[in-house]
């Protein structure tokens, strides 16, 4: 596996990481423990050694299998979590809570579940409107001061949250949405991105399954799949989105590599300090993932791919009505 730098920070990744989400969260009931385990082990067998959890995921129960995973291997991964969300007595998230103190309280809740002393890159959730980006860069440089933080990252921000930062804390790596199917970020994210020397760990690299050609109009997801509430989801969205999948594929064979692989290299084509993180529960679909890495795409098919894809009309909103109200632009 290549390894990748994220921007100017110095921290040093393999060129494709792991997203741990979906083993516990968001994509209907999660793996077995022992599974979790088996595959993110096999993900360090195979090279990766990025990988990528947060407290909401479970919430916390991510945390922890990612951590009882990673325990034998802790000096050659480096491991991404996240604040930012608030937790009710039952553990269910109810909001958005950046306040420094409670940064500081669910950091130790943190450490204490993945089974280390330092986090290696932690990112801010979502940007919490009620509390200045100064104070949480503040909070945040300070858990670095004391060890407990080495990197310091933000997800899904805006311009202006970015810059108003990294002038407090250098920031090593912003997180959001960027494939085939959602490139919002080259619009302004990416160029400031390169100005600033800040990496980029794209999530949902795959449209969140979409574009592997696996996904089709009469597929049904599980009732606790959050793709049901995703507009862009809808059957009659997923039969007009049909185009790029069939794109893909068609570029897939032409370089004799699977649509998945494709629609990966094609993001590793565009910058050398973007890292995606696909993530999956199903061994054959990891190797075939990190299969990317070792896909070589000409710059016509690099230049095929970007220009089709900008011509296409893509149908449905990228979040339900709720979880856009969080995305701060």
């Known amino acids: 596996m290549q390894k990748r730098q994220l921007g100017r920070s110095g921290l040093e990744v393999s060129a494709i990481g792991l997203g741990c989400m979906g083993l516990n969260f968001g994509y209907g009931q999660a793996t077995e423990k022992s599974q979790a385990i088996a595959l993110i082990r096999r993900a360090v067998e195979l090279g990766v050694t990025f990988f990528d959890t947060a407290q909401a995921y479970g919430p916390f129960s991510n945390e922890e299998v990612v951590g009882e995973a990673l325990r034998p291997f802790r000096d050659r991964v480096v491991i991404a979590t996240k604040f930012g969300f608030n937790f009710d007595r039952d553990g269910k998230s109810i909001g958005l809570n950046s306040n420094p103190a409670y940064i500081r309280q669910m950091t130790e809740g943190s450490l204490k579940r993945l089974g280390i002393e330092t986090i290696d890159l932690y990112y801010q959730h979502r940007v919490d409107p009620s509390v200045p980006m100064t104070e949480v860069a503040g909070a945040v440089k300070r858990l670095i001061e004391e060890g407990k933080v080495r990197h310091f990252g933000m997800s899904e921000a805006g311009v202006a949250a970015i810059r108003e930062a990294h002038v407090v804390q250098p920031v090593a790596a912003l997180q959001s949405e960027y494939s085939l199917w959602w490139r919002e970020p080259e619009e302004?994210?990416?160029?400031?991105l390169e100005e600033l020397g800040i990496g980029f760990v794209p999530?949902?690299?795959l449209g969140k399954g979409f574009l592997t050609g696996a996904v089709r109009p009469d597929t049904k997801f599980?009732?606790?799949?959050?793709?049901?509430t995703v507009p862009r989801f809808s059957k009659e969205n997923r039969k007009a989105n049909q185009p790029l999948v069939d794109l893909v594929a068609t570029i897939a064979r032409r370089v004799h590599a699977t649509p998945a692989q494709v629609a990966i290299a094609w993001i590793l084509a565009q910058k050398p300090w973007i890292v995606p993180i696909p993530g999956t529960t199903k061994l054959h679909r990891l190797?075939?993932?990190?299969?990317a890495a070792a896909v070589e795409l000409s710059s016509a098919d690099v230049a095929d791919l970007t220009r089709a894809t900008s011509a296409l009309e893509i149908h449905g909103a990228r979040y339900g009505e709720a979880s856009q109200r969080m995305v701060n632009r």
């Open 188 to 192: 302004a994210i990416l160029p400031v």
């Open 287 to 291: 190797e075939e993932n990190l299969g």
């Open 222 to 228: 599980e009732a606790s799949d959050f793709r049901n």
């Open 203 to 205: 999530f949902s690299p």
